[in-house]
């Protein structure tokens, strides 16, 4: 089992909490479980309600819809992610290439953490404003 440290340096990596303090993050590592899945399994499926994102500490997972691959997740690497801000269903599938060690936040946990903690929304929301600035300065160089 990760400590509460092993927790936050984890999710120092996720780039929706990249703005929010260590200290903040420490709060969030309270409400991130950790999960172990077999390889084969599959942590949700195309369509399912989109009700935590995760972070992968060991092992590789799969984001896909049907055959057509689209990232393979691995150590330190979030998926799922949007799924804290948004209520559609899940537009892939992932499914564990081998064992694999996750921490899930799950998006009741994590709103209410947002409604209780300004500074943590604040880090959030500057994290988001950023990646939106980064995708139009993107767009704006084609």
Known sequence: MLTTIEKVIALQDVDVFSQVSTEEL???AAIAVEETHAAGT???AERDPADSMYQVIDGRVRLHRGDLEINIAGVGEPFGTWALFDDEVRVSAATV???ARVLRVGKEDFIDLLADNVEITRGVLKALVGRVRGLIGTIGAR
């Open 97 to 99: 290439l081998e064992q």
């Open 26 to 28: 420490g709060y969030l």
């Open 42 to 44: 599959t942590i949700y």
